[in-house]
């Protein structure tokens, strides 16, 4: 009986293994071919180590494309995001968890109903506005309206219906004022909860591509994603050499982050999706 | 008491005023970008033009014209094809894979869910690329060498209309994978281990403690997989610009797809808002019906 436990529990990791390794295929091959010379992607038999290894695609990505560039962008944008998301839904979610006014659960409520409505409903009247004030090709359409993040405002008012009480009282007898006991009481003790959704923001931005790919038109401007897209089919012609290496270091900023910052990562994805 | 009154209404006076001030600047942005869009959208579905030439009100035109548009009946039809085939593959195997490693010691779960984890934090740009290298339709196509092994002819995985749908099935089933599986370990860890026990002492087998305890106790974790997994898939749209552009001859093309062509590309701002209309309350009438018909309590 016990032998047979062993053996059995053995099969299963065998498989489990196997089938991650599987799916790690895709990247092992992307890390691979960003070694690769073009021809050597596209037409040789495939090859699990480069014959040619180069690091000529990332001097060529780097120094004959806008990637570089977009890079910065990106950072640029994802920063801006996670700033104004975080303190406005923050403040907005303070409101909801700790005060009581006419018209909170209707508020609430109408907020909440909205995080379903889909991107592409939103996104053909507000293209219209931002064509009537000049926003066009600028980063304004891609940090601005982010800002009524829905989301966010279910995930603060979760996190600080936490905070007790009689810390918020005791801050406002101590004379700190309203937004005081906000600032000084409780953005800290809410930090872990500001982190996740920082996280979150940081990387839907970072990724976001229908956007960027409807609003912008110059180059220089162009979010990582949206260069990325446009090195890989330069007129239907693939360079997956550029691509590859690309994609790599595209990912590479993720990557590093969540690694990081694995803990409020799973934390928030299973709360926020199981409540959500 | 008079006095009294006088001292609390103002306090609460207050109160209410602050509440309001710390959320006027998210309503603000919140009923400029969100609320009046989405009605701006039940209007503008009703219009015909565009940015260029303006719009002009034509009632239910559009409407009549989506329901004639074979391009719109075809992407619909893409789109649930592909819903239909991507929720429950997705649902089976990520099941799968988190029953099996949901007894596994705390290390080789942690070694799986970082081979899961890469592929969930990376752009569908990023991933596109890749698959899109890996579906070469070359004999030497990383995926052709691969059913090779198996006897299978190279096939031209994108550019048949037969396949491209499944290929980006599967595309999209791996790029999701670490998300389903998490959320299925979630719901297993909630389940009381105190059930097990009691149910092991009973005698119970293990196809016994799955069929009666492990699955009826996932119920909630199975319907929200469920209704997100129809949220999402309705809305298919970067993988299809990455890996097709709605290719060969729309047979890939998705409802979102194609109001991004209408909108951006055709200047049909007022057809586009008509079919995304259209599609939103799609999504909103099956998502009701799920949470109305399928039941998530435990019992």
Same mark, same amino acid.
């Given at each position: 009986?016990?032998?047979?436990?062993?053996?059995?529990?053995?099969?299963?990791?065998?498989?489990?293994?196997?089938?991650?390794?599987f799916?790690?295929?895709?990247l092992?091959?992307?890390?691979?071919?960003?070694f690769?010379?073009l021809?050597e992607?596209?037409?040789?038999p495939v090859?699990?180590?480069?014959?040619n290894?180069?690091?000529?695609?990332?001097?060529?990505?780097?120094?004959?494309?806008?990637?570089?560039?977009?890079?910065?962008?990106?950072?640029?944008i994802?920063?801006?995001?996670?700033?104004?998301?975080?303190?406005f839904?923050?403040?907005?979610?303070?409101?909801?968890?700790?005060?009581r006014?006419?018209?909170?659960?209707v508020?609430?409520?109408?907020v909440l109903?909205?995080?379903?409505i889909?991107?592409?409903?939103?996104?053909?009247?507000?293209?219209?506005?931002?064509?009537?004030?000049?926003?066009l090709?600028?980063?304004?359409?891609l940090?601005?309206?982010g800002i009524?993040?829905a989301?966010?405002?279910?995930?603060?008012?979760?996190?600080?219906?936490t905070?007790?009480?009689?810390?918020?009282?005791?801050?406002?007898?101590?004379?700190?004022?309203?937004f005081?006991?906000?600032?000084?009481?409780?953005?800290?003790?809410?930090?872990?909860?500001?982190?996740?959704?920082?996280?979150?923001?940081?990387?839907?931005?970072w990724?976001?591509?229908?956007?960027?790919?409807?609003?912008l038109?110059?180059?220089?401007?162009?979010?990582?994603?949206?260069?990325?897209a446009?090195?890989?089919?330069?007129?239907?012609?693939?360079?997956?050499?550029?691509?590859?290496?690309?994609?790599?270091?595209?990912?590479?900023?993720m990557?590093?982050?969540?690694?990081?910052l694995?803990?409020?990562?799973?934390?928030g994805l299973?709360?926020?999706?199981l409540?959500? | 008491?008079?006095?009294?009154?006088q001292?609390?209404?103002?306090?609460?006076?207050?109160q209410?005023?602050t509440?309001?001030?710390?959320?006027?600047p998210?309503?603000?942005?919140?009923?400029?970008?969100?609320?009046?869009?989405?009605?701006?959208?039940f209007y503008l579905?009703?219009?015909?033009?565009?940015?260029?030439s303006?719009?002009?009100?034509i009632g239910?035109?559009?409407?009549?014209?989506?329901?004639?548009?074979s391009?719109?009946?075809?992407?619909?039809?893409?789109? &649930?094809? /592909?819903?239909?085939l991507?929720?429950p %593959?997705?649902? +089976?195997s990520?099941?799968? $894979?988190?029953? #099996?490693?949901?007894k596994?010691?705390?290390?080789?779960?942690?070694?799986?869910?970082?081979?899961?984890?890469?592929?969930m934090?990376?752009s569908?740009?990023?991933?596109?690329?890749?698959?899109?290298?890996?579906?070469?339709?070359?004999?030497?196509?990383?995926?052709?060498?691969l059913?090779?092994?198996?006897?299978?002819?190279?096939?031209?995985?994108?550019?048949?209309?037969?396949?491209?749908?499944?290929?980006?099935?599967?595309?999209?089933?791996?790029?999701g994978?670490?998300?389903?599986?998490?959320v299925?370990?979630?719901?297993?860890?909630?389940?009381p281990?105190?059930?097990?026990?009691a149910?092991r002492?009973?005698?119970?087998? &293990?196809? /016994?403690?799955l069929?009666?305890?492990? %699955?009826?106790? +996932?119920r909630?974790?199975? $319907?929200?997989l #469920?209704?997100?997994?129809?949220?999402?898939?309705?809305?298919?749209?970067?993988a299809?610009?990455?890996?097709?552009?709605?290719g060969?001859?729309?047979?890939s093309?998705?409802?979102?797809?194609?109001?991004?062509?209408?909108?951006?590309?055709?200047?049909?701002?007022?057809?586009a808002?008509?079919?995304?209309?259209?599609?939103?309350?799609?999504?909103?009438i099956?998502?009701?019906?799920?949470?109305?018909?399928?039941?998530?309590?435990?019992?």
């Amino acid at each position: 009986m016990r032998y047979q436990m062993l053996i059995s529990k053995l099969i299963i990791h065998i498989i489990v293994g196997a089938g991650a390794l599987f799916m790690l295929l895709p990247l092992y091959w992307m890390v691979v071919s960003a070694f690769k010379p073009l021809p050597e992607i596209m037409t040789v038999p495939v090859t699990f180590i480069p014959v040619n290894a180069t690091l000529e695609n990332f001097r060529g990505l780097l120094t004959e494309t806008f990637f570089a560039r977009s890079m910065l962008n990106s950072t640029v944008i994802a920063l801006a995001n996670v700033v104004l998301q975080v303190f406005f839904c923050s403040l907005a979610g303070f409101a909801f968890a700790k005060y009581r006014f006419p018209g909170r659960e209707v508020l609430f409520t109408l907020v909440l109903g909205t995080v379903m409505i889909p991107q592409y409903v939103t996104l053909i009247p507000n293209y219209i506005v931002m064509g009537r004030i000049g926003w066009l090709d600028t980063w304004a359409p891609l940090i601005i309206p982010g800002i009524a993040n829905a989301f966010g405002i279910f995930w603060m008012r979760q996190y600080i219906a936490t905070v007790p009480d009689e810390l918020l009282d005791a801050a406002r007898i101590d004379g700190a004022g309203e937004f005081g006991t906000y600032w000084r009481i409780v953005v800290p003790i809410i930090k872990p909860g500001l982190v996740t959704l920082a996280l979150f923001i940081f990387s839907t931005s970072w990724n976001e591509f229908l956007l960027p790919l409807v609003y912008l038109r110059s180059k220089e401007l162009y979010t990582v994603q949206l260069t990325m897209a446009n090195i890989f089919r330069v007129q239907y012609k693939f360079n997956y050499h550029w691509a590859m290496a690309s994609a790599i270091l595209a990912t590479l900023p993720m990557g590093i982050l969540f690694a990081t910052l694995q803990k409020q990562f799973i934390s928030g994805l299973t709360l926020g999706g199981l409540k959500g | 008491m008079v006095t009294a009154q006088q001292h609390i209404l103002p306090r609460r006076a207050r109160q209410y005023l602050t509440a309001y001030s710390f959320l006027i600047p998210y309503l603000a942005f919140y009923v400029t970008f969100v609320l009046l869009p989405v009605l701006w959208s039940f209007y503008l579905s009703l219009c015909k033009g565009g940015l260029l030439s303006g719009t002009e009100f034509i009632g239910f035109q559009n409407y009549i014209k989506a329901w004639n548009n074979s391009l719109f009946i075809r992407a619909l039809q893409n789109t &649930a094809y /592909y819903t239909l085939l991507v929720v429950p %593959l997705a649902m +089976l195997s990520s099941l799968t $894979l988190a029953l #099996l490693i949901d007894k596994m010691a705390l290390f080789w779960q942690n070694v799986v869910k970082s081979a899961l984890f890469l592929p969930m934090v990376s752009s569908v740009v990023s991933l596109s690329i890749i698959w899109k290298a890996i579906f070469i339709p070359d004999r030497n196509g990383p995926l052709n060498t691969l059913v090779g092994v198996f006897g299978i002819p190279p096939q031209n995985w994108l550019g048949n209309p037969d396949l491209v749908i499944p290929s980006i099935v599967g595309f999209e089933i791996w790029r999701g994978y670490g998300f389903w599986v998490i959320v299925f370990l979630a719901g297993l860890d909630a389940i009381p281990n105190d059930l097990y026990e009691a149910a092991r002492v009973d005698g119970a087998n &293990a196809w /016994y403690i799955l069929t009666r305890i492990t %699955l009826p106790l +996932l119920r909630p974790t199975f $319907l929200f997989l #469920l209704v997100m997994g129809f949220i999402w898939n309705f809305q298919l749209f970067d993988a299809v610009y990455m890996l097709t552009a709605g290719g060969p001859a729309n047979a890939s093309a998705t409802v979102v797809w194609y109001v991004y062509r209408n909108a951006f590309h055709f200047e049909n701002l007022g057809f586009a808002a008509t079919m995304g209309v259209l599609l939103l309350f799609i999504i909103l009438i099956l998502t009701v019906l799920q949470l109305k018909y399928i039941p998530s309590e435990v019992d």
